[in-house]
C-alpha cells in the first residue's frame, strides 16, 4: 500500500489548512487510519486518529481545533486544522493499519510527511 499526502504549507497563526492521505488499492482492508507529526528535536506523536467503526481520538493539545475524518470507499483520511498555532509547525505523517484477513495480517504504513509551518 503507497498513501500519498496533500495539503500541507504556510499558514498564519488562526488560519486553516487541510490535509489529505489517500491509500493506493489493494487487497488490504483498513481498520484504523491516523495522522501525526514530528516537529524539529522532538519524537512523532499521534495527532488524531479514527478507527473503522468511525472512533475518533485526539491529541489534547489538537482537541476542538483538528477534526479528523475518512471516507472508507476513498480510502482517504482528511485532517481539517483551523485555529492553527506556530505550535503546529511539524512534519505530518499519515498512518494505517489493516486488519487480519485469510490472506493476509494485520499491517502497518506510513506515508511520506507533508510538511505544515504555522507563522505567527
Known amino acids: 500500500v503507497q498513501l500519498q499526502a496533500y495539503g500541507g504549507g504556510l499558514a498564519q497563526a488562526g488560519g486553516s489548512l487541510r490535509l489529505s492521505c489517500a491509500a493506493s488499492?489493494?487487497?488490504?482492508?483498513?481498520?484504523?487510519m491516523g495522522w501525526y507529526r514530528q516537529a524539529p528535536g522532538k519524537q512523532r506523536e499521534l495527532v488524531a486518529s479514527?478507527?473503522?467503526?468511525?472512533?475518533?481520538n485526539y491529541a489534547d493539545s489538537v482537541k476542538g481545533r483538528f477534526t479528523i475524518s475518512r471516507d472508507n470507499a476513498e480510502d482517504t483520511v482528511l485532517l481539517q486544522m483551523n485555529n492553527l498555532r506556530s505550535e503546529d509547525t511539524a512534519v505530518y505523517y499519515c498512518?494505517?493499519?489493516?486488519?487480519?484477513?485469510?490472506?493476509?495480517?494485520?499491517?502497518?504504513?506510513w506515508g511520506r510527511g507533508t510538511l505544515v509551518t504555522v507563522s505567527s
Open positions: 498512518k494505517i493499519e489493516t486488519r487480519a484477513t485469510y490472506r493476509y495480517s494485520p499491517r502497518t504504513f
Open positions: 488499492k489493494s487487497d488490504f482492508s483498513i481498520n484504523y
Open positions: 479514527i478507527a473503522d467503526g468511525g472512533i475518533t
